[in-house]
Protein backbone atom coordinates (compact mmCIF):
# COMPACT_ATOMS: atom_id res chain seq x y z
CA UNK A 1 0.00 0.00 0.00
CA UNK A 2 2.59 2.53 0.81
CA UNK A 3 4.62 2.06 -2.16
CA UNK A 4 1.58 2.45 -4.34
CA UNK A 5 0.60 5.13 -2.92
CA UNK A 6 4.60 7.15 -2.85
CA UNK A 7 3.73 6.86 -6.93
CA UNK A 8 1.05 7.45 -6.87
CA UNK A 9 1.30 11.18 -5.11
CA UNK A 10 4.38 12.00 -7.00
CA UNK A 11 2.34 12.30 -10.02
CA UNK A 12 -0.37 15.04 -8.17
CA UNK A 13 1.20 18.67 -7.59
CA UNK A 14 0.81 22.14 -5.36
CA UNK A 15 3.28 25.14 -5.66
CA UNK A 16 3.95 27.18 -2.83
CA UNK A 17 4.45 26.52 0.60
CA UNK A 18 3.41 28.85 4.08
CA UNK A 19 6.13 28.73 6.75
CA UNK A 20 4.43 28.41 10.21
CA UNK A 21 7.65 28.71 13.23
CA UNK A 22 9.65 25.92 13.14
CA UNK A 23 7.39 23.26 10.62
CA UNK A 24 6.72 24.39 7.17
CA UNK A 25 2.96 23.36 6.04
CA UNK A 26 2.03 22.86 2.39
CA UNK A 27 -1.05 24.91 1.36
CA UNK A 28 -4.49 23.71 2.79
CA UNK A 29 -2.81 20.51 4.18
CA UNK A 30 -2.33 19.74 7.39
CA UNK A 31 1.34 17.71 7.80
CA UNK A 32 4.30 19.52 8.15
CA UNK A 33 8.11 19.05 8.98
CA UNK A 34 10.96 20.99 9.46
CA UNK A 35 13.01 20.48 6.14
CA UNK A 36 16.92 19.04 5.68
CA UNK A 37 19.46 22.06 4.81
CA UNK A 38 19.23 22.07 0.94
CA UNK A 39 15.65 21.34 0.33
CA UNK A 40 13.51 24.69 -1.16
CA UNK A 41 9.75 24.74 -2.24
CA UNK A 42 8.79 22.21 -5.22
CA UNK A 43 6.90 24.36 -8.26
CA UNK A 44 5.81 20.85 -9.10
CA UNK A 45 4.19 19.04 -6.15
CA UNK A 46 3.51 19.59 -2.72
CA UNK A 47 6.31 19.44 -1.07
CA UNK A 48 10.20 19.61 -0.95
CA UNK A 49 13.27 19.44 -3.55
CA UNK A 50 16.76 20.27 -4.42
CA UNK A 51 18.20 22.32 -6.83
CA UNK A 52 18.97 19.05 -9.40
CA UNK A 53 16.10 17.15 -8.44
CA UNK A 54 18.24 14.60 -6.24
CA UNK A 55 15.93 14.51 -3.68
CA UNK A 56 12.21 15.00 -3.23
CA UNK A 57 9.90 15.09 -0.41
CA UNK A 58 6.33 14.65 -1.07
CA UNK A 59 3.56 15.58 1.84
CA UNK A 60 0.16 14.77 1.38
CA UNK A 61 -2.90 13.94 3.47
CA UNK A 62 -5.48 10.49 3.56
CA UNK A 63 -8.19 9.19 4.95
CA UNK A 64 -8.36 8.74 8.78
CA UNK A 65 -8.90 4.81 7.86
CA UNK A 66 -5.20 4.45 5.97
CA UNK A 67 -3.43 4.58 8.91
CA UNK A 68 -5.63 2.26 11.11
CA UNK A 69 -5.49 -0.17 8.37
CA UNK A 70 -1.63 -0.27 8.24
CA UNK A 71 -1.78 -0.04 11.71
CA UNK A 72 -3.92 -2.81 12.10
CA UNK A 73 -1.87 -4.85 9.82
CA UNK A 74 1.43 -4.53 11.65
CA UNK A 75 0.62 -5.63 14.38
CA UNK A 76 -1.42 -8.56 13.03
CA UNK A 77 2.14 -9.46 11.40
CA UNK A 78 4.50 -7.12 12.38
CA UNK A 79 7.23 -8.55 9.93
CA UNK A 80 5.21 -7.16 7.31
CA UNK A 81 3.66 -8.88 3.99
CA UNK A 82 6.98 -8.34 1.74
CA UNK A 83 10.64 -7.89 1.64
CA UNK A 84 10.24 -4.54 2.63
CA UNK A 85 9.83 -4.02 6.99
CA UNK A 86 7.67 -1.16 8.42
CA UNK A 87 9.63 0.68 11.37
CA UNK A 88 8.15 2.25 14.26
CA UNK A 89 8.96 5.88 14.62
CA UNK A 90 7.60 8.18 17.10
CA UNK A 91 7.00 12.08 16.20
CA UNK A 92 4.56 14.18 17.88
CA UNK A 93 1.46 13.15 16.97
CA UNK A 94 1.93 9.53 18.20
CA UNK A 95 3.64 6.26 16.92
CA UNK A 96 4.29 6.93 12.60
CA UNK A 97 5.71 3.57 10.31
CA UNK A 98 8.19 3.88 7.83
CA UNK A 99 10.17 2.16 5.16
CA UNK A 100 13.10 2.11 3.27
CA UNK A 101 13.51 0.57 -0.32
CA UNK A 102 15.86 0.65 -3.23
CA UNK A 103 14.97 1.60 -6.66
CA UNK A 104 15.45 2.59 -9.89
CA UNK A 105 14.39 5.70 -11.48
CA UNK A 106 15.19 5.50 -15.81
CA UNK A 107 18.64 3.72 -14.88
CA UNK A 108 19.62 5.82 -11.79
CA UNK A 109 19.48 3.90 -8.63
CA UNK A 110 17.23 5.95 -5.79
CA UNK A 111 16.39 5.25 -2.36
CA UNK A 112 12.67 5.94 -1.28
CA UNK A 113 11.17 6.58 2.28
CA UNK A 114 7.19 6.30 3.20
CA UNK A 115 6.14 7.34 5.94
CA UNK A 116 2.51 7.40 7.09
CA UNK A 117 1.50 9.09 10.48
CA UNK A 118 -1.80 8.94 12.62
CA UNK A 119 -3.64 12.97 12.27
CA UNK A 120 -7.00 12.19 14.32
CA UNK A 121 -9.34 13.06 11.71
CA UNK A 122 -7.23 12.21 9.25
CA UNK A 123 -3.71 10.06 8.21
CA UNK A 124 -0.55 12.10 7.21
CA UNK A 125 1.54 10.38 4.61
CA UNK A 126 5.49 11.30 3.30
CA UNK A 127 7.70 10.30 0.94
CA UNK A 128 10.93 11.25 0.03
CA UNK A 129 13.14 9.91 -3.35
CA UNK A 130 16.87 10.44 -2.49
CA UNK A 131 18.76 9.55 -6.38
CA UNK A 132 22.42 7.79 -5.58
CA UNK A 133 23.96 10.81 -6.42
CA UNK A 134 22.33 12.77 -3.33
CA UNK A 135 23.10 9.92 -1.01
CA UNK A 136 26.25 10.93 0.86
CA UNK A 137 24.78 14.12 1.33
CA UNK A 138 21.36 12.99 2.38
CA UNK A 139 22.17 9.61 4.33
CA UNK A 140 19.42 7.36 6.26
CA UNK A 141 19.73 9.25 9.16
CA UNK A 142 19.37 12.91 7.81
CA UNK A 143 15.83 11.60 6.58
CA UNK A 144 15.15 9.82 9.49
CA UNK A 145 15.53 13.08 11.50
CA UNK A 146 13.67 15.14 8.99
CA UNK A 147 10.47 12.32 8.98
CA UNK A 148 10.59 12.38 12.85
CA UNK A 149 10.19 16.43 12.95
CA UNK A 150 6.61 15.48 11.42
CA UNK A 151 3.77 17.45 12.85
CA UNK A 152 0.22 17.89 12.45
CA UNK A 153 -2.32 20.64 12.63
CA UNK A 154 -6.41 19.95 13.04
CA UNK A 155 -7.03 23.38 11.22
CA UNK A 156 -5.81 25.21 8.12
CA UNK A 157 -6.45 28.68 8.07
CA UNK A 158 -9.56 29.87 6.18
CA UNK A 159 -8.00 32.43 4.55
CA UNK A 160 -4.80 30.25 3.24
CA UNK A 161 -7.71 27.39 2.07
CA UNK A 162 -9.63 30.06 -0.23
CA UNK A 163 -5.91 32.18 -1.13
CA UNK A 164 -5.29 28.70 -3.09
CA UNK A 165 -8.51 28.89 -5.58
CA UNK A 166 -8.63 30.04 -8.94
CA UNK A 167 -11.56 32.29 -8.12
CA UNK A 168 -12.21 34.32 -4.82
CA UNK A 169 -15.01 33.99 -2.44
CA UNK A 170 -16.07 36.55 -0.57
CA UNK A 171 -19.31 35.50 1.62
CA UNK A 172 -19.23 32.28 3.20
CA UNK A 173 -22.92 32.76 5.19
CA UNK A 174 -21.72 31.44 8.25
CA UNK A 175 -21.04 27.96 7.41
CA UNK A 176 -18.68 26.27 10.30
CA UNK A 177 -16.28 24.19 8.86
CA UNK A 178 -14.31 25.23 5.24
CA UNK A 179 -11.51 22.31 3.66
CA UNK A 180 -10.45 21.88 0.65
CA UNK A 181 -10.63 18.98 -0.94
CA UNK A 182 -8.13 19.77 -3.32
CA UNK A 183 -5.44 22.14 -2.57
CA UNK A 184 -6.12 24.68 -5.32
CA UNK A 185 -9.18 23.37 -7.10
CA UNK A 186 -11.94 22.78 -5.18
CA UNK A 187 -13.34 23.61 -1.25
CA UNK A 188 -15.91 22.24 0.83
CA UNK A 189 -18.45 24.73 3.15
CA UNK A 190 -19.99 22.15 5.91
CA UNK A 191 -22.33 22.72 8.68
CA UNK A 192 -21.49 20.16 10.91
CA UNK A 193 -19.43 20.52 14.33
CA UNK A 194 -15.92 18.81 15.13
CA UNK A 195 -15.11 16.45 12.26
CA UNK A 196 -16.28 17.52 8.81
CA UNK A 197 -16.20 13.81 7.31
CA UNK A 198 -18.41 12.79 9.96
CA UNK A 199 -21.75 12.65 7.88
CA UNK A 200 -21.74 15.82 6.62
CA UNK A 201 -24.75 15.29 4.75
CA UNK A 202 -26.90 15.49 7.92
CA UNK A 203 -26.25 19.97 7.69
CA UNK A 204 -26.44 21.80 4.74
CA UNK A 205 -23.33 21.66 3.14
CA UNK A 206 -21.43 23.09 -0.54
CA UNK A 207 -18.76 21.99 -3.15
CA UNK A 208 -17.20 24.55 -4.92
CA UNK A 209 -15.02 24.14 -8.01
CA UNK A 210 -14.39 24.12 -11.64
CA UNK A 211 -15.29 21.46 -14.29
CA UNK A 212 -13.90 21.20 -17.93
CA UNK A 213 -15.34 19.68 -21.02
CA UNK A 214 -17.89 21.97 -21.17
CA UNK A 215 -19.82 22.15 -24.43
CA UNK A 216 -19.81 25.82 -26.24
CA UNK A 217 -22.96 25.96 -27.77
CA UNK A 218 -25.57 27.27 -25.10
CA UNK A 219 -28.17 24.49 -26.64
CA UNK A 220 -25.76 21.52 -25.46
CA UNK A 221 -25.80 23.00 -21.82
CA UNK A 222 -28.87 21.82 -20.53
CA UNK A 223 -27.97 17.84 -21.37
CA UNK A 224 -24.48 18.60 -20.18
CA UNK A 225 -26.01 19.94 -16.63
CA UNK A 226 -28.10 17.13 -16.10
CA UNK A 227 -25.71 14.59 -16.95
CA UNK A 228 -23.19 16.05 -14.55
CA UNK A 229 -25.86 16.65 -11.74
CA UNK A 230 -26.98 12.74 -12.30
CA UNK A 231 -22.92 12.40 -11.35
CA UNK A 232 -22.86 13.89 -7.92
CA UNK A 233 -21.99 11.10 -5.29
CA UNK A 234 -23.78 9.69 -2.54
CA UNK A 235 -27.67 10.38 -3.90
CA UNK A 236 -29.76 7.85 -3.91
CA UNK A 237 -33.16 7.37 -5.01
CA UNK A 238 -32.41 10.83 -6.97
CA UNK A 239 -35.36 12.40 -8.94
CA UNK A 240 -34.60 15.16 -11.30
CA UNK A 241 -37.41 18.25 -10.29
CA UNK A 242 -35.97 21.29 -12.76
CA UNK A 243 -33.08 21.94 -14.38
CA UNK A 244 -33.15 25.77 -16.80
CA UNK A 245 -31.11 28.21 -17.64
CA UNK A 246 -30.20 31.29 -15.99
CA UNK A 247 -27.88 34.56 -15.66
CA UNK A 248 -25.16 34.40 -12.17
CA UNK A 249 -23.69 37.32 -12.02
CA UNK A 250 -24.23 38.12 -15.44
CA UNK A 251 -22.97 34.75 -17.19
CA UNK A 252 -24.81 32.30 -18.61
CA UNK A 253 -25.35 29.35 -16.24
CA UNK A 254 -27.71 26.58 -15.17
CA UNK A 255 -29.63 25.15 -12.56
CA UNK A 256 -30.39 21.86 -11.45
CA UNK A 257 -32.47 20.65 -8.67
CA UNK A 258 -32.75 17.22 -7.40
CA UNK A 259 -34.44 15.24 -4.43
CA UNK A 260 -32.26 12.38 -2.86
CA UNK A 261 -31.63 10.48 -0.26
CA UNK A 262 -27.87 10.46 1.21
CA UNK A 263 -25.87 9.45 4.09
CA UNK A 264 -25.49 6.83 6.43
CA UNK A 265 -28.79 8.09 8.08
CA UNK A 266 -30.53 8.11 4.78
CA UNK A 267 -31.48 11.67 5.20
CA UNK A 268 -34.31 12.99 2.55
CA UNK A 269 -32.44 15.97 1.04
CA UNK A 270 -32.79 18.82 -1.93
CA UNK A 271 -29.75 19.51 -3.86
CA UNK A 272 -29.10 22.04 -6.35
CA UNK A 273 -25.95 22.29 -9.06
CA UNK A 274 -25.28 25.88 -10.39
CA UNK A 275 -22.97 25.45 -13.57
CA UNK A 276 -21.23 29.22 -14.36
CA UNK A 277 -20.43 28.78 -18.01
CA UNK A 278 -16.95 30.84 -18.65
CA UNK A 279 -14.43 30.69 -21.46
CA UNK A 280 -11.85 27.60 -22.53
CA UNK A 281 -14.92 25.10 -22.17
CA UNK A 282 -14.26 25.53 -18.29
CA UNK A 283 -17.43 26.40 -16.22
CA UNK A 284 -17.93 27.40 -12.30
CA UNK A 285 -19.30 24.19 -10.46
CA UNK A 286 -20.98 24.52 -7.27
CA UNK A 287 -23.34 21.28 -5.49
CA UNK A 288 -25.15 22.00 -2.30
CA UNK A 289 -26.68 19.84 -0.25
CA UNK A 290 -30.01 20.43 2.72
CA UNK A 291 -31.71 17.77 4.63
CA UNK A 292 -35.26 18.69 3.15
CA UNK A 293 -36.45 20.23 6.19
CA UNK A 294 -34.01 23.05 6.67
CA UNK A 295 -33.64 23.94 2.50
CA UNK A 296 -35.91 27.09 2.34
CA UNK A 297 -33.21 29.02 5.02
CA UNK A 298 -30.46 26.86 3.67
CA UNK A 299 -30.98 28.07 -0.28
CA UNK A 300 -30.61 31.38 0.83
CA UNK A 301 -27.37 31.01 2.13
CA UNK A 302 -26.20 29.44 -0.78
CA UNK A 303 -27.09 31.42 -3.08
CA UNK A 304 -25.59 33.83 -1.02
CA UNK A 305 -21.85 32.26 -1.20
CA UNK A 306 -22.76 32.14 -4.76
CA UNK A 307 -23.35 35.58 -5.94
CA UNK A 308 -20.22 35.78 -3.82
CA UNK A 309 -17.96 34.16 -6.13
CA UNK A 310 -15.46 36.68 -8.68
CA UNK A 311 -12.84 35.47 -10.68
CA UNK A 312 -9.24 36.02 -9.94
Same mark, same amino acid.
Given at each position: ?33 ? !????? =? ?37 ? =? ?28 ? !? ?74 ? =? ?95 ? =? ?30
Amino acid at each position: MIRFLFAAFFLAGSATLVFAADAVFPPGVRVGLT !PADGL =APSKSFSGFETENDGVKVLIAELPAAAFAEVETSLKANP =AGNGPVKPEVLQIGSGAAYYTVESAKVGDE !PVRRYSMILPGGTFSGYIAVQVAQSADAKYPADTIKAMLASAIVRQQVPVEEQLAMLPFKISELSNFKNVRTLAPG =AAVLLGDTTGDLDANFEAAPFMIIGTIGGVPEKADDRSRFAQQAAAQIPGLREAKLTSSEPLRIDGSPGFETRIDAVSGKSNTPVTVVQWLRFGGNN =AALRIVASAPRDQWSDAFTRFRAVRDGIEAK
